[in-house]
């Protein structure tokens, strides 16, 4: 997809799908709490299998501003523990997520204006791209740091989905 021009690829090494955006300015001193709330909405889900599949754009076809791809296999599985941990971390303030939860994984964000229809013709070679499914074994809290070159992401910590 290298040939689409006007889009700035998310690199390989910081790709990741977002439960939660906490905001830029979460305080250092609430990582411990955050953590142990991530701990309580992952309590009672092991670890399932993900996929990632297909090429399409956000907010849709007509109007693209990001490129991603979809969460196939257990999704209703990610879903369970997207509303856990809503609720978990609202109880230190955050703000719960008013939209449906739509599980992906940015591959790009369209920075001009692009031709819709060309867009389309283009992404149309790629919409069967499917990945073998994968387990999913945890969770991560990272912070972000953006940059000129692209954002940077520090892990903070992370939760072990248990075995049940």
Same mark, same amino acid.
């Given at each position: 997809?290298?040939?689409?021009?006007?889009? %700035?690829?998310?690199?390989? &090494? #910081?790709?990741? *799908?977002?439960?939660?955006?906490?905001?830029? +300015?979460?305080?250092?001193?609430?990582?411990?709490?955050?953590?142990?709330?991530?701990?309580?909405?992952?309590?009672?889900?092991?670890?399932?299998?993900?996929?990632?599949?297909?090429?399409?754009?956000?907010?849709?076809l007509k109007r693209p501003r990001v490129?991603? %791809?979809?969460?196939?296999? &257990? #999704?209703?599985? *990610?879903?369970?523990?997207?509303?856990?941990? +809503?609720?978990?971390?609202?109880?230190?303030?955050?703000?719960?997520?008013?939209?449906?939860?739509?599980?992906?994984?940015?591959?790009?964000?369209?920075k001009n204006r692009i031709d819709p229809?060309?867009?389309?013709?283009?992404?149309?070679?790629?919409?069967?791209?499917?990945?073998?499914?994968? &387990? #999913?074994?945890?969770?991560?809290?990272?912070?972000?740091?953006?940059?000129?070159?692209?954002?940077?992401?520090?892990?903070?910590?992370?939760?072990?989905?248990?075995?049940?």
């Amino acid at each position: 997809m290298a040939h689409l021009s006007g889009i %700035s690829w998310v690199k390989p &090494e #910081a790709m990741h *799908l977002t439960l939660n955006f906490l905001g830029d +300015d979460t305080p250092a001193d609430q990582v411990r709490d955050i953590l142990q709330q991530m701990e309580k909405a992952a309590k009672g889900i092991a670890p399932f299998s993900i996929a990632i599949k297909g090429v399409t754009a956000f907010p849709d076809l007509k109007r693209p501003r990001v490129v991603v %791809s979809e969460i196939d296999g &257990e #999704a209703q599985i *990610l879903s369970t523990l997207k509303k856990n941990l +809503d609720r978990s971390l609202s109880s230190l303030g955050f703000p719960m997520e008013t939209r449906p939860f739509k599980g992906h994984l940015t591959l790009g964000r369209i920075k001009n204006r692009i031709d819709p229809v060309m867009f389309r013709k283009r992404l149309s070679g790629h919409t069967a791209f499917q990945t073998r499914a994968f &387990e #999913a074994v945890r969770m991560t809290l990272f912070r972000s740091e953006l940059r000129p070159s692209g954002p940077r992401y520090h892990e903070l910590g992370s939760i072990e989905f248990p075995s049940l």
